[in-house]
């Protein structure tokens, strides 16, 4: 099964506060590319040797340390896409996780403090052994990313998703990140 490329060609035209279309465009263009090297990474594989696999080489071991990169890449995308749009939809049992971690303040400046620790992911989810709320920072798209998670809040903190419009201000780019936060996406992957 080949996986489509979503359109996200609605959060351009001034959506986003502190995005431009330019910006938007490149990073549309590189989530597409994730999406080409994971349908090609699982047409491969559908046909690979897998009796020889080893940790020095072998196709197949390295189509499979590659795999989760593409997937990750291409779906940790989609959700960083999804959860923009600036609402402010907070749901009551999301507010009521917020303030357990300190407040939506504290939770988002925490979020923000793990993006700038360098270029990869800064997540907020929602930890299933202890049902509290966890920032995480994932390296590479699938180094770091702890297991019994549910990814509330997604952020892109690769400078390909701010370096047309802030350069290397990556904190400028954070807030403006913050800005557009879709809190009713959150609240919906909260609610699941």
């Given at each position: 099964?080949?996986?489509?490329?979503?359109?996200?060609?609605?959060?351009?035209?001034?959506?986003?506060?502190?995005?431009?279309?330019?910006?938007?465009d490149?990073?549309?263009?590189?989530?597409?590319?994730?999406?080409?090297?994971?349908?090609?990474?699982?047409?491969?594989?559908?046909?690979?040797?897998?009796?020889?696999?080893?940790?020095?080489?072998?196709?197949?071991?390295?189509?499979?340390?590659?795999?989760?990169?593409?997937?990750?890449?291409?779906?940790l995308?989609?959700?960083?896409?999804?959860?923009?749009?600036?609402?402010?939809?907070?749901?009551?049992?999301?507010?009521?996780?917020?303030?357990?971690?300190?407040?939506?303040?504290?939770?988002?400046?925490?979020?923000?403090?793990?993006?700038?620790?360098?270029?990869?992911?800064?997540?907020?989810?929602?930890?299933?052994?202890?049902?509290?709320?966890?920032?995480?920072?994932?390296?590479?798209?699938?180094?770091?990313?702890?297991?019994?998670?549910?990814?509330?809040?997604?952020?892109?903190?690769?400078?390909?998703?701010?370096?047309?419009?802030?350069?290397?201000?990556?904190?400028?780019?954070?807030?403006s990140?913050?800005?557009?936060?879709?809190?009713?996406?959150?609240?919906?992957?909260?609610?699941?």
């Amino acid at each position: 099964m080949a996986y489509p490329v979503k359109n996200y060609d609605h959060l351009k035209g001034g959506a986003l506060k502190g995005l431009s279309d330019s910006q938007l465009d490149q990073h549309f263009g590189l989530y597409k590319g994730y999406i080409a090297k994971l349908n090609e990474i699982e047409e491969k594989l559908a046909t690979a040797d897998n009796t020889k696999p080893n940790y020095s080489y072998n196709e197949y071991s390295e189509l499979k340390r590659r795999e989760a990169v593409a997937f990750n890449g291409s779906f940790l995308h989609e959700l960083y896409f999804e959860n923009l749009g600036a609402d402010s939809e907070i749901s009551a049992g999301l507010k009521a996780a917020l303030d357990a971690a300190g407040g939506k303040d504290k939770v988002i400046a925490d979020l923000k403090a793990t993006a700038m620790g360098g270029p990869g992911w800064a997540l907020l989810t929602r930890n299933r052994r202890d049902g509290k709320l966890h920032t995480y920072f994932v390296a590479e798209h699938h180094l770091g990313l702890p297991i019994e998670q549910d990814l509330l809040l997604v952020l892109d903190s690769w400078e390909h998703a701010f370096m047309v419009d802030y350069g290397t201000a990556r904190a400028k780019y954070l807030d403006s990140f913050v800005e557009n936060i879709k809190w009713s996406e959150v609240s919906k992957r909260f609610g699941k």
